[in-house]
Structure formats: structure tokens, C-alpha cells
């Protein structure tokens, strides 16, 4: 995989094509997680603060103050406010919960299609070998 985001371009426009080898990292990747589906749930942490939490169950409304809720349920947070550890600055933190928690089922989802794609073409308007 890349060291940094953007670095798979080639300078122009478009990115370049992803090799198989990439396909098959970013699915070593997607396979070791925990297995999905992900949901975005709102909960408190023990200052009654917010906590955006990434969950392998569904969010219940209630909005469950730790120690109300199973930590072992959850992937990942954002925000964690107190103590102040995850509140990234653009405080965008639903999106990135919804965003972490899509990517579980849809990255798999798209390299699929990207192999399946690669295959109707064989590659050979692709400019890259296999």
C-alpha cells in the first residue's frame, strides 16, 4: 500500500491503476478487521460528554452513559472528550463515524467490482500488465 494519501498519482489528472497486488492488500486489510456490519452509535462517556462510537450493533437512542454500554461492542470513536484524546479539529466526527463505519462493508464491495471490471476489460485498456 501507500505511505500517504495522494501518493499513487502519477501527476496528472487521473490516479493510476490499482495492481493486483494493491487489490490484494487492501483485501488482507479489510479481511483482518472485525467482521462488519459497523453502525454509528451515540453515546456519553463518564462526564455525560458526547462519544460518536463505530459499533457491531445497531445505536438503541438512548444515548448510554459508560459504564452503561459494552465497550467490547465498539471499533472505533470519535470524538473521545473526556479525557480529550479523539476530537480531530474540524469536528467532523459524525461523518468520520459514518464513514469508518460504511467503509467495513463497501471497500470489500468495491475491489470486488474493481476486479470484476478489470476482468470484462482484461486489462488491456488499462496500460498496466498483470
Given at each position: 500500500?501507500?505511505?500517504r494519501p495522494?501518493d499513487h498519482?502519477?501527476?496528472?489528472?487521473?490516479?493510476?491503476?490499482?495492481t493486483?497486488?494493491e487489490?490484494d492488500?487492501?483485501e488482507?486489510?479489510?479481511d483482518?478487521?472485525?467482521?462488519g456490519?459497523?453502525y454509528?452509535?451515540h453515546l456519553d462517556d463518564?462526564?455525560?460528554?458526547?462519544l460518536?462510537?463505530?459499533s457491531?450493533?445497531?445505536d438503541?437512542?438512548?444515548?448510554?452513559?459508560w459504564?452503561?454500554?459494552?465497550?467490547e461492542?465498539?471499533?472505533?470513536?470519535?470524538?473521545?472528550q473526556?479525557?480529550?484524546?479523539v476530537d480531530v479539529?474540524?469536528e467532523?466526527?459524525?461523518?468520520?463515524?459514518?464513514?469508518i463505519?460504511?467503509?467495513?462493508e463497501?471497500?470489500?464491495?468495491?475491489?470486488?467490482?474493481i476486479?470484476?471490471?478489470?476482468?470484462?476489460?482484461?486489462?488491456k485498456e488499462?496500460?498496466y500488465?498483470?
Open positions: 500500500m501507500h505511505a495522494g498519482h502519477s501527476g496528472a489528472d487521473e490516479p493510476e491503476p490499482l493486483d497486488d487489490l492488500e487492501i488482507r486489510i479489510a483482518s478487521a472485525t467482521p456490519p459497523w454509528v452509535r463518564d462526564f455525560a460528554m458526547n460518536v462510537a463505530v457491531t450493533v445497531c438503541t437512542g438512548l444515548g448510554e452513559r459504564p452503561e454500554f459494552d465497550h461492542q465498539s471499533v472505533a470513536a470519535t470524538p473521545v473526556q479525557p480529550r484524546y479539529a474540524d467532523r466526527w459524525d461523518a468520520n463515524a459514518r464513514f463505519a460504511m467503509a467495513r463497501e471497500i470489500p464491495r468495491l475491489t470486488a467490482e476486479r470484476r471490471l478489470n476482468g470484462l476489460l482484461g486489462n488499462l496500460g500488465p498483470r
